[in-house]
């Protein structure tokens, strides 16, 4: 069975860092691009980024960009977030989401993880 | 970016009848590279359909996507009460990956 098991959100103030982890099970890691998708209190679904299977292509929402940084290790099965210069409107689920293939341009996004909570206030 | 554009906003159904959930862009989806998902309170998104007409493993038949271009359409043929729940669509066809604003089915 595939599991993706996030973890790392927190409560954190206007202007610091925090980093997202998301560790995968039940298939061949490496063989997949991985996304990162998150969802505001009581809104609908933003993509955020997106790695392929060897980090070779990687691709961030605008609202992201220069800000956020994915990564992924295929030793450990996981996939990384790294959040700096946090703002309020960063408040959300995040959810990883494993790749339909190895690309991250063209992909539909099965399975999600069931999320990690970021707050972002003073 | 491609906007995709959802409607109606809610939709009051009774179960057994029949669900039509539309999602419209703002430009072509190439490919027909579209998506929907099912999301229940508290729980992640389900994928339901890609490739705007082809079923994830395991979703039952009664779930059913259509169209091409700028215009695309999940039915659900007759509603069960494990189906109402918010629906999005997804492109996947150009970057950014974008979702529409979802449609929530709920029951009347």
């Known amino acids: 069975e595939v599991q993706l098991v996030e973890s790392g959100g927190g409560l954190v103030q206007p202007g610091r860092s925090l980093r997202l982890s998301c560790a995968a099970s039940?298939?061949?890691?490496?063989?997949?691009?991985m996304h990162w998708v998150r969802q505001a209190p009581g809104k609908g679904l933003e993509w955020v980024s997106g790695i392929s299977w060897n980090s070779g292509s990687i691709g961030y929402a605008d609202s992201v960009k220069g800000r956020f940084t994915i990564s992924r290790d295929n030793a450990k099965n996981s996939l990384y977030l790294q959040m700096n210069s946090l703002r309020a409107e960063d408040t959300a689920l995040y959810y990883c989401a494993k790749g339909s293939g190895a690309v991250a341009g063209v992909n539909w996004f099965d399975p999600w993880g069931q999320g990690t909570l970021v707050t972002v206030s003073s | 970016e491609i906007v995709l554009t959802q409607s109606p906003g809610t939709l009051s159904l009774s179960p057994g009848e029949r669900a039509t959930l539309s999602c419209r862009a703002s430009q072509s989806v190439s490919s027909s590279y579209l998506a929907w998902y099912q999301q229940k309170p508290g729980q992640a998104p389900r994928l339901l359909i890609y490739g705007a007409s082809s079923r994830a493993t395991g979703i039952p038949d009664r779930f059913s996507g259509s169209g091409s271009g700028t215009d695309f359409t999940l039915t659900i043929s007759r509603l069960e009460p494990e189906d109402f729940a918010v629906y999005y669509c997804?492109?996947?066809?150009?970057?950014?990956?974008?979702f529409g604003g979802g449609t929530k089915v709920e029951i009347k």
């Open positions: 997804q492109q996947y066809g150009s970057s950014p990956n974008t």
């Open positions: 039940g298939f061949t890691f490496d063989d997949y691009a």
